[in-house]
């Protein structure tokens, strides 16, 4: 079954530093990757999808991740991370079961930005 | 302005007690979803319908119901069979279901404390 795996619970970073979270796919195929969004409280909101081609996805908020098919990855990165990027991030991947097409979600890394 | 309803953003139930969680769009989609997340947990999906007056279970629809009688609409009501409801649920919706194309957007969310 597909699967996505977050290993980092918290990432504490300082504003105007890089940042790189993690996401490991378990997937047959090639899949679709997505990485969400949540402010606390909130929904969720889009930052950017891969379905194929160019392996390097940008998405809003300046945030871009990358396509490792040898590495079974999909990691998100900003190169100067701001104080509204604190949030939780998800990374998903769609799944397919009895026709309909699903997103599997990992359980999320929580990042904190310092001053 | 387009978006997602969810209503209320806190409800709190006694123990044993049904409670009905609602979603509103007007952004005119076909499908919608209702999700559940837990602290260090992903999202779960719980219930989805592709179209009007039809709905399919997801992968944690047990002590859950759906209907989907309007467009606009589908509530979701937690029923006392559900051995643990406490926990914040997300509604979303896309114009149609194929994830390569078909974007999902969240609504805000309702968090659900059972006493």
């Known amino acids: 079954a597909q699967s996505v795996t977050q290993p980092d619970i918290h990432i504490t970073v300082s504003e105007g530093a890089s940042l790189e979270l993690r996401c490991n796919y378990s997937y047959g195929a090639t899949p679709y990757l997505f990485w969400y969004v949540q402010s606390p409280g909130q929904g969720l909101q889009l930052l950017l999808k891969?379905?194929?081609?160019?392996?390097l996805v940008q998405g809003i908020k300046g945030f871009e991740a990358e396509f490792k098919r040898s590495q079974s990855s999909f990691n998100l990165r900003k190169p100067s991370v701001h104080w509204s990027d604190a949030a939780e991030y998800f990374c998903a991947v769609g799944a397919s079961a009895s026709g309909f097409q699903k997103l599997v979600f990992g359980t999320g890394t929580r990042l904190l930005v310092s001053p | 302005d387009g978006g997602i309803t969810q209503s209320p953003k806190y409800l709190f139930r006694k123990e044993g007690q049904n409670v009905t969680l609602s979603c509103e769009q007007n952004l005119n989609h076909d499908a919608m979803y209702w999700y559940r997340q837990d602290p260090g947990q992903g999202l779960r999906l719980i219930y989805y319908?592709?179209?009007?007056?039809?709905?399919q279970k997801g992968d944690i629809a047990e002590g859950y119901s759906v209907s989907r009688e309007k467009k606009e609409s589908f509530p979701l009501t937690v029923t006392s069979a559900q051995k643990n409801p406490t926990a914040f649920y997300l509604c979303?919706?896309?114009?149609?279901?194929?994830?390569?194309?078909?974007?999902?957007?969240f609504g805000p969310g309702t968090r659900l404390t059972v006493l």
């Open positions: 979303a919706s896309s114009l149609g279901t194929s994830l390569s194309t078909d974007t999902q957007y």
């Open positions: 891969y379905f194929s081609g160019d392996t």
């Open positions: 319908s592709q179209i009007v007056n039809d709905f």
